[in-house]
């Protein structure tokens, strides 16, 4: 079983279109995150939910929004897509605190935009 | 969040032991230090994690000076499966935003030659 999956690997669409990913993980935790890496590698954080709550929500244009509608979906909106947005997107979820706060992520999203 | 930093990249022969390090001078006192790892086309992946005490799991050895200020993760026998960018992370995982998020740098590149 897939801990944490994300559809769909490959998003190639044009800019100014509207797009989701969805994100689901079966490891019962209660924290769930969005990462972009960039052309360069570098990866960032883009959100955080803990229990459905939004915690962290570093500066990302408001086209994004996610959406929490259970403890183990974690879903990126994306509104108006534009050029710079390509990247691979990787969902990633963990226990919040405590020794054993290990991150597990999957196998990311490439989106094109073109 | 306190830094870390590493070497941007390392090679090693296939089957010798590989010890990569990290420098983090402004460590706290309830900082972890965690190690991910990021294959070619993959999500990143938990390695080892520690606090004060050298830590051993069937990846990798993590060995964390005196001071905590910086640690080596070993990998006993690299293969080429082990080819990587190698992420040196500090998490605090009882307060604050450190509890919500892991910080990436850019991690060492890890080279592995047949």
């Known amino acids: 079983d897939t801990a944490v999956s994300q559809t769909p690997k490959y998003l190639v669409t044009q800019m100014g279109n509207d797009k989701s990913i969805k994100c689901e993980q079966n490891?019962?935790?209660?924290?769930m995150y969005w990462y972009k890496q960039d052309s360069k590698k570098f990866l960032k954080i883009m959100f955080s939910?803990?229990?459905?709550?939004?915690?962290i929500n570093e500066t990302v244009p408001n086209r994004f929004s996610p959406k929490s509608p259970d403890k183990a979906h974690l879903n990126l909106h994306i509104n108006s897509l534009e050029l710079g947005d390509s990247a691979v997107y990787f969902c990633?979820?963990?226990?919040?605190?405590?020794?054993?706060?290990?991150?597990?992520f999957g196998q990311g999203t490439r989106l094109t935009v073109v | 969040d306190a830094k870390t930093t590493q070497p941007n990249s390392m090679e090693s022969n296939e089957e010798e032991p590989v010890h990569l390090p990290c420098n983090h001078s402004?460590?706290?006192?309830?900082?972890?230090i965690h190690w991910y790892r990021q294959l070619p086309s993959q999500g990143p992946e938990y390695v080892i994690h520690?606090?004060?005490s050298n830590v051993n799991n069937r990846m990798a050895s993590l060995a964390i000076a005196e001071d905590r200020k910086s640690s080596t993760l070993i990998l006993h026998r690299a293969t080429l499966r082990d080819a990587a960018v190698y992420y040196c992370?500090?998490?605090?995982?009882?307060?604050?935003?450190?509890?919500?998020?892991?910080?990436f740098g850019k991690g060492t590149k890890l080279s592995v030659i047949p």
């Open positions: 990633a979820s963990s226990q919040v605190q405590g020794a054993r706060a290990e991150a597990f």
């Open positions: 490891l019962g935790h209660d924290t």
């Open positions: 939910y803990n229990n459905k709550e939004l915690i």
């Open positions: 402004t460590i706290s006192g309830t900082d972890y």
């Open positions: 520690g606090l004060t």
């Open positions: 992370i500090l998490r605090d995982t009882y307060s604050g935003a450190g509890s919500y998020q892991l910080t």
